[in-house]
């Protein structure tokens, strides 16, 4: 018979996948307890603030307990899946199998995970939970009689009053998911009034209702006082289940929203608009697709408009800057990592080209492709989206004129494209239909003045106008 032992058992912990997040969400295991692993083997895939990752296993082994449900965020460095390394089989009730000496006194072994919770320091309280029925009923009792109104049955008797703490004190923490806590927290219920229905005393979404909406009517047949502070729900009263849906903030919206307000209250921004006739740069977007050294690469007006940014920048590098609020120092920048804003699924994500001031418009051409085709995928990397200097917005694609866009955190501009019409304007003396756009740059007040900000806004609208000035001022 083998015997498993703790020292082969190996915990792997939530890591920390982005440069400095706090937690990420289980999107989906690829795994179950009893599957043999092998180092490197992908075991699930998780998503943080700023991408969808998949985590490779470090070692080799029988996969013994999945922490965690999908859906569920934990927080870095928390035990999210346990392996066991020895070699022999999974042990099946092993975790479970303590029990009938003392309910009350501490357990020895510990207990599996509840869903959606982590290993504690002290799990020891949960199992008196499930096994010690006696203890737990006085309080049960007592909660239950409070929400029906009978405040009359307090849990006082003399001699049990010492044992009931324990468990009272375990379920402090009522168990439920982050989405049904942050459900419970929009709507105004505590979770500890709320009756669990879900499987091992989980508390559902349903509960959550449940809570709101037929507790006053149950309220009022008692007598007024407890129940009136239990059902009344506060404000979300007014919340129509069957006309809303309330969709929790987390994963890259969230941190894409933190991202926003800090720049938007932080640095002062400064928009500057100009519009622009670019009926050659349209020309020459279609020469370019029949060109055979762009062959299978992407070539689009936005190709364009990067490599004018860039050479903006070339002609204007105090533009490529950050601000160092704690050393109260402007650094600038001799290399352009630029950001193109990409709209996916999870949200707005700004993935960067690296260096891309020293690539040939082919390269630039391949690495807009590749960006765009990993963002839509939703495999885009953390390390794609940090350390970003300029960025570029192309709201055109949606049929918008124009907007403000705002900086994204640390860097200096970003560069709005609008979309491209057919409009009457003045060319050569005559009105004649003519492709124009409207570009906006904002930009950071403290780094870039108006001076330098119009410049750079011009240099671009200047290539665009007469792309053959790539060839002249690069």
């Not at 939530?14 to 400095?20: A, H, N, R, S």
């Not at 709209?343 to 690296?354: E, F, H, S, Y």
Request: glycine fraction near 8%.
């Amino acid at each position: 018979m083998t015997t498993m032992t703790e020292s082969s058992v190996r915990e792997f912990k939530m890591p920390d996948v982005g440069e400095g997040l706090t937690e990420a969400e289980i999107l989906k295991w690829y795994v179950q307890p009893g599957d043999t692993v092998t180092d490197g083997q992908v075991v699930c895939e998780v998503e943080t603030a700023k991408a969808a990752v998949e985590l490779p296993i470090p070692y080799d082994g029988v996969v013994r307990a999945l922490h965690f449900p999908e859906g569920t965020t934990v927080d870095v460095g928390t035990s999210i899946i346990a392996v066991d390394v020895s070699g022999g089989a999974a042990p099946a009730p092993a975790p479970e199998a303590p029990a009938e000496p003392q309910e009350e006194p501490k357990p020895q072994a510990r207990q599996p995970v509840l869903v959606g919770y982590g290993v504690a320091a002290s799990s020891t309280k949960r199992r008196p939970r499930k096994t010690a029925e006696v203890p737990a009923q006085p309080a049960a009792a007592a909660i239950q009689s409070e929400m029906n109104g009978h405040g009359a049955v307090p849990s006082a008797p003399p001699a049990p009053v010492p044992a009931a703490p324990a468990p009272v004190g375990a379920q402090e923490r009522p168990l439920a998911k982050p989405p049904v806590r942050k459900l419970a927290k929009d709507l105004g219920v505590d979770l500890a009034t709320v009756t669990p229905t879900g499987p091992d005393g989980v508390i559902t979404r349903d509960d959550v209702h449940a809570a709101v909406a037929p507790k006053a009517p149950e309220a009022a047949p008692a007598a007024a006082p407890a129940p009136v502070a239990v059902a009344a729900a506060p404000a979300p009263a007014s919340y129509d289940i069957a006309r809303e849906e309330r969709v929790p903030v987390r994963g890259v919206r969230k941190a894409t929203a933190a991202a926003m307000v800090g720049s938007a209250f932080t640095a002062p921004h400064v928009t500057e608009f100009v519009t622009v006739d670019v009926t050659r740069t349209m020309k020459l977007v279609q020469e370019l697709k029949e060109d055979k050294e762009f062959t299978g690469l992407r070539v689009n007006p936005l190709l364009l408009v990067a490599k004018a940014l860039l050479v903006a920048i070339k002609r204007n590098p105090d533009v490529n800057a950050s601000w160092d609020e704690a050393n109260q120092e402007i650094v600038l920048k001799r290399y352009v990592n630029l950001g193109i804003a990409a709209a996916t699924p999870r949200g707005l994500i700004v993935p960067n080209i690296k260096d891309a001031q020293d690539k040939t418009l082919p390269q630039l051409a391949g690495a807009l492709g590749e960006l765009v085709s990993t963002a839509r995928e939703g495999k885009t990397s953390p390390a794609a989206m940090q350390g970003g200097t300029v960025t570029i917005t192309n709201v055109g694609v949606f049929g918008v004129d124009t907007g403000t866009p705002i900086l994204n955190p640390g860097e200096s501009a970003i560069l709005a494209v609008g979309a491209i019409k057919l409009q009457p304007w003045v060319h050569k003396g005559k009105v004649k239909p003519r492709q124009v756009t409207t570009l906006a740059l904002s930009f950071d007040h403290r780094l870039v003045d108006g001076e330098l900000g119009s410049k750079v806004l011009a240099d671009v609208a200047a290539v665009l106008e007469q792309p053959k000035r790539l060839i002249t001022w690069a």
